[in-house]
């Protein structure tokens, strides 16, 4: 039972991550139909940005608490992925929203390729150590184990997906995204901003991967220029998983997909003599993305137009 917790809290904890990321997805699909595949990119340069952040803090303030530092490392990590959100959309996007299909998906590749190429050039290839900031003193559940950080992973991760539903159902920048998912033609003619809503968006989705970088370098205590890859195609099968536009369908997804990826690792593992352990967890995302295009193309939660974001 002690083995069962702990792998469901591990679970937990990447799921957190892949939410995060999975609700940027969401929202961009949601307005735009389009699957912005430079997002995971977008989390790699909130995870660079934040280090260099905790650095100059380390320079000016050595005596600085951590928490304080973590604070301050995402509140500067999140308008530098925000700005870098808006010109990918202004400068790659937003001239192909009546183009065919396919014309976005590999501008998005693109995308991704410069980024990371420019984060190469700005930062290197090799790994970077991210420092531990707050303390390592283990958390008890039940025999298993998680640390602070992974707390405050999962708070956030569910802190976020709350405001972020607030934002679309409650306020005025929620209808007019809901409205410019609807039918972006009818909501110009009743004076919504589709431009403005779109950029907002982005935005958006930009803050969230924000916060998913920084912690995701806390977490794994390294992150280098190809960071945000594999979390960000791992972030979009559970966006698949929960229902791509549904704010909610993007939380669910990720915690799905993190546990049956710690299960999977733990448990199929042991079955299969380790053929199918840790080492290749990362084929169980990709797994259940297929299952659920067959089985289920809409999804856990379906998709529901109307509430898209």
Known sequence: METFIQQVLNGLVMGSMYALIALGYTMVYGVLNLINFAHGDVLMIGAMVGLSILHMLESAFPG?????????????????????????????????????????????????????????????????????????????????????????????????????????????????????????????????????????????????????????????????????????????CAAVLGGIGNIYGAMIGGIVLGIIESLGAGYIGEITGGFLGSQYQDIFAFVVLILVLTVRPSGIMGERVADRA
């Not at 808006?86 to 995308?111: D, F, Q």
Request: glycine content about 8%; some cysteine; charged content about 10%.
């Open 64 to 236: 600085l608490p951590g928490g304080v530092q973590l604070a301050v490392a995402i509140v500067g990590a999140i308008p530098v992925t925000m700005l870098v959100n808006i010109l990918i959309e202004r400068v790659a996007y937003r001239r192909l929203r009546n183009a065919p299909r396919l014309a976005p998906l590999i501008t998005a590749i693109g995308v991704s390729i410069l980024l990371k190429t420019f984060a190469m050039m700005i930062w290197g290839r090799s790994p970077l150590p991210f420092p531990q900031l707050l303390s390592s003193d283990p958390i008890m559940i039940g025999g298993a184990v998680i640390s602070q950080t992974q707390v405050l992973l999962i708070v956030l991760a569910v802190v976020c997906m709350f405001a972020l539903a607030m934002l679309v159902e409650k306020t005025r920048i929620g209808r007019a995204m809901r409205a410019v998912a609807e039918n972006p033609r009818v909501a110009g003619l009743m004076g919504v901003d589709s431009n403005r809503v779109i950029v907002t968006t982005f935005a958006l989705g930009a803050a969230l991967a924000a916060v998913a970088g920084v912690m995701w370098g806390a977490n794994y205590a390294s992150i280098q220029f190809e960071t945000g890859t594999l979390p960000g195609m791992k972030a979009f």
